[in-house]
C-alpha cells in the first residue's frame, strides 16, 4: 500500500464567541473531524461560555483577539497591554489555561505592539475576505483557490455567508487531502 503524506491546513474563525453563529460552525468542523483556532474577543466570553467550553472539549485551540477589537497600532502601548492581557485572562478564567497565539485585530501590528506581549502574533495566508463579501460562493473560491499545504486560513464566525460556505470548503479540503490542524500544531 502507498502511504500518502496529508497535507495541513490551520482554519483559524475571528470575532467570536457568540450565539448566532458560533455553535453552527462548530457542528460542520465535527462532521468532518476537524481541528481549528478560534481567536476570541475578551468581551463576547462572558455571554457566551457554553460555547467556549464546547470548543475547548472538542480540542480546538483558542487564542487571544483583544478585549474590544481596536486597531493595536493606534493605542498606547499601556492600552496594548491592558486589551491582550485583560483577555488572556478571562480565557484561562474559562477555560483553566492562558493562550499562546494572539491576532491583531485587521493583522495590524507593529514592532511596538510585538514588544508588549509575550503572545506570538499570527497572521494568514489565505483570506476568504468573508469580512467583504456574504456571498458563499465567493468565499469558497477565495479558499479553495489559494489554500496550500500549511497555510493558516482566515474565516470570521460572525457572518451567514462564512457558515453556508463552511460544508463545501471542508469537503473540499478533506478530498483534497488535507489534514486540520491548530495554529500551534502546525509546523513553521
Ligand atoms: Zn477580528
Sequence with gaps: MVKVDK???ALTFDDGPNQTYSLEVLKLLEKYQA???FFYIGNQIEANLDVVEQVVAKGHEIG???WSHPDLTKISPE???QEIESTSE???KAVGKVPVIFRPPYGE???QVESMTELSPVLWEVDSEDWRTQDPDEIYQLVTD?????SIVLLHEIHQGTVDALDRILKFL???NYQFVTVSELNR
Excluded at 146 to 150: A, P, Q, R, W
Design 7 to 9: 497535507k495541513s491546513v
Design 35 to 37: 481541528k481549528a483556532t
Design 146 to 150: 489559494n489554500v496550500e499545504d500549511g
Design 109 to 111: 501590528i507593529n514592532d
Design 79 to 81: 492600552e496594548v497591554k
Design 64 to 66: 487571544n483577539h483583544t
Design 174 to 176: 478533506v478530498e483534497a
Design 90 to 92: 478571562i480565557i484561562k
